[in-house]
């Protein structure tokens, strides 16, 4: 007997479904079970520790009440610390402790320790900007690292109430003014300095960030100043990820032609039964990005030049041909999640292209200097492989304006290019000397080599250099 196309999908959905809510109840179970223990233990060993009783009034808050993950990240991470053992804390071990994952489970495909570790200093930022405010130490967990930093809070005096004395002189330097008018007037007042403390607060972040981007290295400024001019339309626009499933579940890539119009996502099927093709159909209408990409915009809007300009964020889905002849662009991701790079590649010394059915990403070295290789390799399935970026600088469609190439094979690609590109100290060594000889900034290509630590970067260094005019 044969079912309609829908109804056999459903009958899928629905036991995937079931099976998922099954095995989040029996995790849920499992880790309420054993995390129940060793906290007490632990509570009683740290229990007078100024810095564990913090985490413990943190874990019992409205922003942790609710989230068990990570009230017990905090804790673990603060645990190791306080024991002597931050040394030892990674991805991998998190994982397996904390998320009870298998000790061999590849945490290059499995990011769950950076994605809960990103929401846990969200939640630590509000908790200290709301419940939290009148702390005595702060808990920061800052990019890259695991190990908690307890820090000293600063509390700013509030400024001091006005004296009776000036109500009084006020009234009687006024005539005709009563004891009754006086609230409207204070009111008043108030309402002026607070239009007045307003102001002055916006000039001060006005001058924070100037001040902040005349301190940084002159070439990168130049550069930043080059991409994100003030007064012009500048977007950045991270990866099409739901491309990226499409491709991967119907080994179809997809042209630029298609992306822009879409017909991927209506092509009819085949098989009257072709679940998957329905399935990646229905994700591909989607906007997903990753994790890396958000971070790495995060990152340049940090930038003072970035943020003085006040870039759009674009979906790459959502780009048009207008836009790469009119705006300053900064496209993230490789070819397979944002076609648009195509226009773009035929003029680049490196390209970066994966072979879908082996997941083995290339990049090309079209014409190799002596010393470098014409193709390097990257397996996302080697956790501790070589991973690699390209950052390149190419004008835009019409000349006009200036586009931003950030490829990496992966996040740990994707996460060398944010680091490379925020700290300013490398990237003003790679151009200040060519800048200087030119007295521009030159169209350029930078290949950087990571090494590729369960997912993540932790050092990287440039391997070839391009510049052109």
């Not at 102001?199 to 930043?224: C, F, G, T």
Request: glycine share 6%; net charge neutral; charged share 20%.
């Amino acid at each position: 007997m044969l079912l309609p196309l829908g109804r056999i999908y459903d009958r899928l959905m629905w036991n995937w479904q079931r099976r998922t809510r099954l095995s989040v109840r029996s995790v849920s179970k499992k880790m309420s079970v054993a995390s129940s223990t060793p906290d007490r233990q632990k509570s009683s060993e740290f229990a007078n520790d100024v810095r564990w009783q913090l985490v413990e009034r943190i874990a019992q808050s409205v922003q942790f009440a609710k989230s068990t993950r990570l009230s017990g990240f905090l804790r673990f991470i603060t645990e190791e610390t306080l024991a002597g053992r931050s040394d030892q804390l990674n991805e991998q071990r998190i994982g397996i402790h904390v998320f009870e994952r298998r000790v061999d489970y590849d945490s290059a495909e499995d990011n769950i320790v950076r994605s809960h570790a990103s929401r846990l200093r969200q939640r630590l930022e509000a908790y200290f900007q709301a419940e939290g405010q009148n702390e005595p130490q702060r808990i920061e967990l800052r990019r890259g690292s695991y190990i908690p930093i307890f820090v000293p809070t600063v509390h700013i005096p509030d400024s001091p109430a006005a004296a009776p004395p000036l109500e009084n002189r006020f009234e009687a330097d006024v005539p005709g003014t009563g004891r009754m008018q006086a609230p409207f007037l204070w009111g008043l007042i108030l309402c002026v300095l607070l239009l007045a403390i307003e102001a002055a607060y916006e000039r001060i972040k006005i001058h924070r960030l100037q001040a902040a981007s005349q301190s940084d290295s002159p070439s990168v400024r130049q550069l930043w100043s080059q991409i994100f001019p003030p007064g012009k339309r500048n977007l950045i626009v991270p990866a099409d990820s739901s491309l990226v499933l499409y491709e991967n579940l119907t080994g179809q890539p997809i042209s630029l032609q298609e992306y822009i119009g879409r017909g991927y996502l209506s092509t009819p099927s085949n098989s009257p039964l072709d679940i998957l093709q329905t399935s990646a159909r229905r994700i591909g209408h989607r906007r997903l990005t990753s994790v890396a990409d958000l971070e790495l915009t995060s990152s340049l809007l940090r930038i003072p030049e970035i943020a003085l300009s006040k870039p759009d964020i674009r979906f790459a889905r959502d780009l048009q041909l207008v836009d790469l002849k009119e705006a300053n662009i900064v496209l993230i991701g490789a070819q397979e999640s944002d076609p648009w790079l195509s226009m773009f590649q035929s003029n680049l010394n490196f390209a970066i292209s994966n072979d879908q059915k082996s997941t083995i990403f290339s990049v090309l070295n079209r014409l190799p200097n002596p010393h470098e290789q014409p193709m390097y390799h990257y397996d996302p399935r080697d956790p501790n492989g070589a991973a690699y970026a390209l950052i390149a600088l190419r004008p835009n469609l019409s000349g006009s304006g200036s586009v931003l190439i950030v490829e990496g094979t992966g996040i740990a690609g994707t996460e060398a290019a944010a680091e490379f590109l925020v700290e300013n100290d490398h990237l003003e060594q790679v151009l200040s000397m060519e800048i200087h000889k030119r007295g521009h900034v030159p169209q350029f290509e930078i290949l950087l080599q990571t090494t590729n630590l369960n997912g993540s970067a932790p050092r990287s260094k440039v391997i070839a250099v391009r510049f052109g005019s």
